[in-house]
């Protein structure tokens, strides 16, 4: 999937620098980017797959290696986990504020939420223990306060959205003890929805007008994050099985 990825990234690669060849007016968005934020994407993807294997692995004693090992390849679990959450965020960020529309707006909100539940929650199922998901939620904080506040030049705001993401974290780690943990991640993933503004806060304030009050928008936003909560639980799942299924042939 990473090679695939690089492959897609090297062709859209060709395709931008003939466009600018041949026509070099600038334009906003082009399918030439377009192709390469899927690249990006598909490479990140593959990365991360690949190392929450091995890390499963480890887990479960298919793979003996030393602590060091151990806690490296967590430390790229959750890096690999964090690139994706804010390459995804960022693509769809950064459309609705190009092509500014209300109906544009509240379908990034809704993909923002989705986005935002299925790494998530994919990464909860890899690392259940309590401040796998604080640790995602603090590289992302941090990375999108650096380019805000730093590189944009916005004022200095809190991270509201660290809030929200502990309280998913706190809930999936003490609610999973006690119910199914897929009933308990689904949960967490509508209280996520519910708390989406404050979890891309700034960016909210320019994408979508939120309200408090339950309305056919903001149901979408919640239905996005139960969904990519729900794909997260069957994209783990799927993955896992066929991990295990290969281990107990060997």
């Not at 041949?22 to 690249?39: D, F, T």
């Not at 504020?97 to 990034?108: D, K, Y």
């Not at 809704?110 to 590289?139: E, F, N, Y």
């Not at 979408?220 to 139960?226: D, E, P, R, Y």
Request: glycine share 10%; hydrophobic share 55%.
């Amino acid at each position: 999937m990473a090679g695939l990825g690089c492959l897609i990234e090297i062709g859209a690669g060709v395709w931008s620098e003939t466009a600018h060849y041949v026509s070099p007016a600038e334009v906003g968005i082009s399918p030439a980017y377009a192709l390469l934020s899927i690249g990006m994407l598909t490479v990140n993807l593959g990365i991360v797959v690949g190392l929450t294997i091995e890390y499963d692995m480890i887990k479960r004693g298919f793979i003996v290696v030393a602590t060091v090992k151990r806690w490296v390849t967590a430390l790229c679990v959750l890096l690999s986990f964090s690139a994706i959450w804010l390459a995804a965020s960022g693509s769809f960020i950064y459309l609705g504020q190009v092509h500014g529309s209300f109906l544009l707006n509240w379908a990034a909100a809704v993909l923002l939420g989705l986005v935002g539940t299925l790494v998530l929650v994919c990464a909860k199922r890899a690392m259940p223990k309590l401040g796998s998901v604080i640790a995602i939620g603090c590289v992302f904080n941090a990375v999108a306060y650096f380019f805000l506040v730093f590189y944009g030049r916005v004022a200095p705001y809190i991270p509201w959205g660290l809030l929200p993401l502990s309280l998913f974290d706190l809930l999936a780690s003490g609610l999973g003890r006690m119910f199914r943990f897929t009933r308990v991640l689904v949960l967490c993933s509508m209280v996520l929805g519910v708390f989406c503004w404050a979890v891309y806060f700034p960016f909210t304030r320019f994408l979508f007008p939120w309200s408090f009050s339950l309305q056919f928008s903001t149901a979408a936003v919640i239905f996005g994050s139960v969904t990519g909560g729900w794909m997260g639980i069957r994209v783990y799942a799927g993955l896992s099985s066929v991990v295990l299924r290969d281990a107990a042939t060997v």
